[in-house]
């Protein structure tokens, strides 16, 4: 195994105790203590810099300078690349799901099957999580409109 497989490998186990504690744990003091650090992701960005600094040539560079769906292709189809690629995917997909996490901490919205998804595909879990809120809020506020408006208010 080289450092290239080592350090994709490693990453993937590397994210999976944080969205366990996210998914599995949420109102456990630990959780809310290790996912409020940064520091996984310094670890993570740590790794991509080191990638990314492997992969980076003239070639690489000047088609990644005006990049074009071939030249993308072709640069991903270098396995050092391809890693670089997916640490990204995986400190992105960290990122957003430790946001909505806190997000769903912070006002009370259910967040297990947004992080989910963002587990998956980041974007997606995102955009449910979005959805999730809107739709918490709108009935909520729709809740608070019904009681101040029945009798037994009155």
């Known amino acids: 195994m080289n450092i290239t497989e080592l350090i994709f490998s ?18 456990w003091g630990v959780t809310q203590k290790v996912i409020g650090s940064r520091l996984p992701f310094v670890v993570l960005a740590g ?7 492997g992969t980076l040539n003239s070639d690489a560079a000047a088609a990644l300078a005006n990049p074009q769906l071939a030249d993308i292709a072709r640069f991903f189809s270098e396995e050092q690349a391809a890693a670089t690629g997916w640490v990204h995917f995986l400190t992105m997909d960290l990122f957003v799901g430790r946001w909505v996490y806190l997000e769903g901490q912070r006002t009370g919205v259910w ?3 947004s992080l989910l998804l963002c587990l998956f595909a980041g974007p997606l879990g995102l955009l449910v ?3 999730t809120a809107w739709l918490t809020g709108w009935l909520k506020r729709d809740s608070v409109q019904e009681e101040a408006t029945s009798p037994a208010s009155s």
Do not use: D, S
């Open 10 to 27: 490693g990453a993937n186990l590397f994210v999976l105790p944080f969205w366990a504690l996210m998914i599995l744990l949420p109102q």
């Open 47 to 53: 790794l991509y810099v080191y990638l990314i600094a």
């Open 111 to 113: 967040t297990i099957h």
């Open 129 to 131: 999580h979005i959805l």
